[in-house]
């Protein structure tokens, strides 16, 4: 149990639906992050949240459009998505973003498919 | 900009041997610097960190690494791998940076380690 969950474990969807990743944390934690996994490169960040307030957009195309609504639940909207768009996508807590020493923990991910 | 190699793609040992998974890395100033392992199917989870003091830190599992700032490395150790380390390794930076607002963890590409029984 890793103590930040995310659901769906798998989402096939078209490049014209919309669809969410969902991802909450049990862990107190006060930053939450969003990561793309594609196989052989590295952990792509893509947004983080600290506090609720979104600190980091690493040059995220707009069909990704993530929502913190509170420190312990991250959403990533999904819409007209590519068929590049398709890897793992990992949410992470930690305590602070700004605690350069602390660990991030993961959840299991999310993996999409975009036919 | 501050970066990682983890110049083995795979990294293949029989069991009981030990095995080194390697990491180099490039940062402005002294490095926090971290390992993490992937299971088939599951996020990363966090096995050591580096940040201050002695060089050879010990972590999960039985694994350690060594930290070598005149080779800029920290790569990851294990005396004796059994079949279940089998996974995805990811060595990860972050600058010691006091003052400033870079915060970022730098993650490098994985090592696929395959322990044969």
């Known amino acids: 149990e890793t103590g930040v969950t995310q659901t769906p474990r798998h989402l096939v969807m078209g490049m014209t639906n919309k669809k969410s990743l969902k991802c909450e944390q049990h862990?107190?934690?006060?930053?939450m992050y969003w990561y793309k996994q594609s196989a052989k490169k590295p952990l792509e960040l893509m947004f983080v949240?600290?506090?609720?307030?979104?600190?980091e957009n690493n040059s995220v195309p707009s069909r990704f459009s993530p929502e913190c609504p509170n420190s312990s639940h991250l959403f990533l909207h999904l819409h007209t998505l590519q068929p590049e768009d398709s890897a793992l996508y990992l949410c992470?807590?930690?305590?602070?973003?700004?605690?350069?020493?602390?660990?991030?923990?993961f959840g299991n991910g999310t993996r999409l498919t975009v036919t | 900009a501050q970066s990682v190699a983890q110049p083995e793609d795979q990294v293949n040992v029989a069991e009981g041997n030990p095995l080194t998974v390697k990491c180099t890395y490039s940062?402005?100033?002294?490095?926090?610097l971290f390992w993490y392992v992937q299971y088939p199917n599951r996020g990363l989870q966090f096995l050591l960190k580096?940040?201050?003091?002695?060089?050879l830190v010990k972590g999960s599992y039985g694994f350690e690494a060594e930290f070598n700032k005149s080779q800029t490395s920290f790569h990851l150790k294990k005396p004796s791998a059994l079949v279940s380390d089998s996974a995805l390794y990811f060595c990860?930076?972050?600058?010691?940076?006091?003052?400033?607002?870079?915060?970022?963890?730098?993650f490098g590409k994985g090592t696929l380690l395959t322990v044969n029984p």
């Open positions: 949240y600290n506090f609720k307030e979104q600190t």
């Open positions: 992470a807590s930690s305590q602070d973003y700004r605690d350069r020493i602390s660990p991030l923990h």
């Open positions: 580096y940040i201050t003091g002695d060089n």
């Open positions: 990860a930076v972050r600058a010691i940076n006091s003052g400033g607002s870079n915060y970022k963890l730098t």
């Open positions: 862990l107190g934690h006060n930053a």
């Open positions: 940062v402005s100033g002294n490095p926090y």
